[in-house]
């Protein structure tokens, strides 16, 4: 539902009329939010939606000449489809990412580790701006390590309707079992689970791994699963440089009390967002949100999105006499 809001919003304080396709797994609470929409006023005609399976839907809205943009949330490979279906028309895309965390030497290690704790695992993991590889500088790395995985086993995980509860299950067993199939790849491919690493049905624990190939999936894709994991860096350089080592760029995040460290940082990292102590997971409505390589085009955000959304005109006057 947030992510419907943020295109509804903007879209209809831009004027235009909206056809809404929410995800196939997720639909009840777009309808949900249109059905609220139409109660509370909003023109029956500037709001459609289509329910159903992307693979058979999304050619017919994409290609439509009477749709002026295409705005869309989702994985890389169904952003170059639409692209290449598209034609002549405005495209928005937030694509996903594989965020990167540097946690430098003197950072404020409580706060680090329960940032980075909250922001690979609270929404099991399903966040495109999930922490997802947490470059660990090796003078702090065991400490870190140490307080991360005894914070990480405190998550109470089961059903997200009990007060208690950090953390609930995926959205389908067999996003589970993908997760769970990149770990065991991860692990034969030399990888050690540090904790976790276990799926009940479309639960997947909480998972810490370190060692981790940079070969195996889990390290080069978008896991969109409650799995982190760690490397110890020694460089700031070549921590910036691992960070920008794959095709996504949407946030990044550095823990650090230099103020000339955490710049250095934020204009070396290629990604649209650097978070200066706080995870990658921070994420404001008058941010200008989105990534560059393959995590997307295009800015959403309140201001940004109304902005995207509309087609300027420029109107002149002559006002001279004769």
């Keep these: 539902m947030n992510l419907v809001a943020h295109k509804l919003g903007p879209a209809f ?11 196939t797994v997720t639909p009840l609470s777009a309808l949900k939010l249109a059905d609220l929409l139409l109660k509370a006023g909003l023109p029956p005609k500037a709001l459609q939606v289509l329910t159903g399976p992307g693979s058979e839907l999304g050619e017919s809205l994409v290609t439509d000449d009477r749709v002026r943009m295409v705005s869309f949330t989702g994985g ?32 404020h290690l409580d ?15 399903q966040n495109c701006i999930g922490v997802q590889r947490l470059y ?120 650090t009390e230099n103020i000339n460290l955490a710049l250095k940082a934020a204009y070396s990292l290629d990604c649209g967002s650097v978070i200066i102590n706080d995870s990658t997971d921070y994420r404001l409505d008058s941010m200008p949100f989105g990534g560059v390589k393959k995590s997307g085009i295009g800015r959403e955000g309140i201001k940004f999105s109304l902005q995207e959304m509309t087609e300027p005109k420029v109107i002149c006057f002559d006002v001279s006499e004769g």
Aim: hydrophobic share 40%; glycine share 8%.
């Design 13 to 23: 304080a831009a004027g235009n009329a909206v056809i809404l396709k929410p995800a």
């Design 76 to 107: 890389v490979e169904t952003g170059k489809k639409i692209a290449q279906l598209a034609g002549i028309k405005k495209i928005g895309m937030e694509l996903g990412s594989n965020s990167p965390v540097i946690v430098w030497k003197d950072a």
């Design 111 to 125: 706060k680090a580790v329960s940032s980075c704790v909250s922001g690979a695992f609270w929404a099991a993991g």
């Design 136 to 255: 660990i500088h090796r003078d702090i790395y065991e400490v870190f390590k140490e307080e991360f995985i005894a914070q990480t086993k405190r998550y109470k995980i089961g059903n997200k309707l009990e007060e208690n509860c950090d953390m609930g299950p995926m959205i389908t067993e067999d996003e589970a079992k993908r997760v769970e199939n990149w770990v065991t790849e991860a692990k034969k491919k030399g990888a050690i689970i540090l904790t976790g690493g276990r799926r009940n049905k479309a639960i997947m624990e909480p998972t810490v791994l370190e060692n981790v190939s940079t070969d195996a999936t889990i390290h080069r894709q978008e896991v969109f699963g409650p799995v982190v994991n760690f490397y110890p860096i020694d460089d700031i350089d070549d921590a910036i440089q691992k960070a920008n080592s794959l095709p996504y760029g949407l946030h990044a995040a550095v823990f």
